[in-house]
């Protein structure tokens, strides 16, 4: 197969050659080994290949792209020629822009090759582990994967980055039955860059397992109540999302973001800070180059409650004016707080521990309205039982702005390390 880098750059050429002004492409190859389990049967151990070439041209202020998924040299020509052919048609903006000329640089991380062994020998411990500590568990699918990343990008500025990763991810879809009685699906997963843990010690597998057969037997929520909700980290950040997706490009471009002049204010409750460490030696699935062409940075976009950062890529910061993140975003980590799970749940009068939430987008002001799933009722401190057909709403700008607690307890998913957090004013509505 035909080395990336050698790719980038005949396609850079290409385009040039073609007529572009300024002119950028990446090229990325993956292979992917896979350890599969079915019904809790280990099956096929399998490798698969994956090929992805985008280029990218500006052509009088316009601008067009194209992805393919071959590195043939024929293939690249007609793709750049394709690519000035889509500029000639756009609308053209002065934002339209490349990433100025730096140091060129190859970053590196995890293993280069998957442990077979290693692979198979976790996941038949988690097998067995599970059968005993969780007779109850239906293991439905679980995926124990080893993926090594290449990545080469180019631009006329003379930007040239290259990585390689490599990187292990399990996943896991489950319920319990006990007689003629089944919880509902669950799932989660993580990453890692090494197989030195048992399966059950990483993320939050084991919490995920121990409640699923909690839930064979729910009961909807009386009523209908304003209280609090817990948020575990395996529904953080889907509200992490609602959170940061105003920060970005077509939100602050359209002037129609929640937080559009809100920066250096308080968004959050005081014990609440973001960071995004997408080269920390702490997140093992990071990345450590933009798609706009930069050396990716950590940054903190929420600190002690005050916006410190917009997440606007190069054409975002353009457009508004303002300053281009040091990253895309993502790689999420939560300051732990200095509260126990346990007393966080202690001081909630009538609420919910949300584990999974099943709802849209919220509306362009912040509400948002979904189905509580594989979560529980909490009243006078405690958590009473396992809940189904209970709906929580409200508004997560409101919510955040008004965070309580953040537990000390966190979750290492390997993109991300995340706590649990109280937040308030949350109507659940029950039967």
Request: glycine content about 8%; proline content about 4%.
């Amino acid at each position: 197969m035909r080395h990336g880098d050698e790719v980038a750059q005949e396609a850079l050429d290409a385009l040039l050659k073609a007529g572009a002004d300024k002119a950028s492409c990446g090229v990325s190859t993956s292979v992917v080994t896979e350890l599969n389990v079915e019904r809790a049967q280990i099956g096929l151990l399998r490798s698969t290949m994956n090929v992805n070439v985008n280029l990218m041209a500006i052509k009088d202020q316009k601008k067009g792209s194209v992805s393919l998924n071959s590195l043939e040299p024929s293939a690249i020509d007609r793709a750049a020629t394709d690519t000035l052919a889509m500029a000639a048609v756009s609308q053209p903006d002065p934002a339209f822009d490349i990433a100025e000329a730096q140091e060129p640089a190859s970053f590196e991380s995890g293993a280069k090759e998957p442990d077979h062994d290693a692979m198979y020998d976790r996941m038949k411990e988690f097998l067995d582990t599970v059968a005993d500590k969780y007779p109850t568990i239906m293991l439905r699918q679980a995926y124990l994967s080893f993926s090594r990343h290449n990545w080469s990008f180019v631009n006329s500025n003379g930007v040239d980055y290259r990585t390689e990763q490599g990187v292990y991810r399990f996943n896991a879809l489950f319920s319990a039955r006990e007689g003629d009685e089944v919880s509902s699906f669950n799932y989660t997963g993580f990453s890692m860059r090494d197989l030195e843990q048992e399966l059950l010690e990483r993320g939050s597998l084991d919490i995920m397992l121990r409640q699923t057969t909690e839930q064979v037997r729910t009961r909807p929520v009386k009523g209908k109540f304003m209280g609090d909700m817990i948020i575990a980290p395996d529904c953080l950040g889907s509200f992490l999302g609602f959170l940061t997706h105003p920060l970005s490009d077509r939100p602050l471009i359209s002037g129609t973001s929640l937080y559009k002049d809100s920066l250096g204010e308080k968004i959050a409750g005081a014990e609440f800070t973001l960071h995004s460490r997408p080269v920390s030696s702490e997140i093992a699935d990071g990345y450590f180059v933009t798609g706009d062409g930069y050396a990716a940075e950590n940054s903190t976009i929420i600190d002690r409650g005050v916006l410190k950062s917009y997440l606007l890529s190069l054409y975002g910061a353009k457009k508004t004016g303002r300053e281009r993140a040091k990253n895309n975003g993502g790689a999420y980590v939560v300051e732990p707080g200095t509260t126990p799970l346990e007393e966080a749940i202690r001081g909630v009068k009538q609420g919910v521990l949300l584990v999974r939430f099943s709802g849209g987008s919220p509306s362009a002001n912040g509400d948002f309205s979904g189905v509580a799933k594989n979560s529980y009722y909490i009243e006078d401190g405690q958590i009473a039982y396992p809940i189904r057909e209970t709906m929580v709403s409200g508004n997560f700008a409101e919510a955040f702005r008004n965070l309580k607690v953040v537990s000390k307890e966190r979750v290492d998913f390997g993109w991300s390390i995340l706590p649990w957090v109280v937040v308030p004013g949350i109507t659940i509505s029950g039967r």
